[in-house]
């Protein structure tokens, strides 16, 4: 509508890395779709602060928050995603009211099991040359300019 000002959410994600490289996924509840886990950040919320809640809410595993990997904008919802690299720390993995499944996943069946613009998340964050910046419309990574 005229005049009003478009909003914006912001969610975190955090992409737990185990010493053998397998990475923690989750399959959401709601659409199947497997991602690493994660959601909308709180108002008054450090992003790092929730991760830790993020990722403990959906997996029950508690971990220590390393690197920003990455920003991606869904341009489609106006969605910001802060997306870290975490190690875990404690805990045993378990299902929520959010996810279905919860799984150590190979880079391999990262790619085989998530949406693209999902699995780059992942892959940036295992590469280690970030944080990278990108955009995308929900499906397909979106290039800059």
């Not at 870290?84 to 799984?103: I, K, L, Q, Y």
């Not at 085989?112 to 419309?137: T, W, Y």
Request: charged share 25%.
């Amino acid at each position: 509508m005229a005049g009003e000002n478009p909003k914006h959410s912001v969610s975190v994600a955090g992409v737990i890395v185990r010493a053998d490289d397998r990475v923690l996924a989750v399959r959401r509840a709601d659409n199947g779709a497997w991602e690493p886990p994660g959601g909308v950040l709180e108002l008054d919320e450090e992003p790092q602060t929730g991760v830790v809640r993020e990722v403990f809410e959906e997996t029950g595993i508690r971990v220590t928050v390393g690197q920003l990997t990455g920003v991606y904008k869904n341009m489609k919802l106006g969605v910001v995603s802060l997306v870290f690299r975490c190690d875990p720390s404690a805990g045993t993995e378990r299902t929520s009211n959010e996810s279905t499944a919860v799984a150590w996943l190979t880079p391999d069946e990262v790619q085989e099991c998530m949406s693209k613009v999902f699995a780059i998340r992942v892959l940036d964050a295992l590469n280690g040359n970030g944080p990278q910046v990108r955009s995308h419309d929900g499906e397909c990574l979106i290039s800059a300019g």
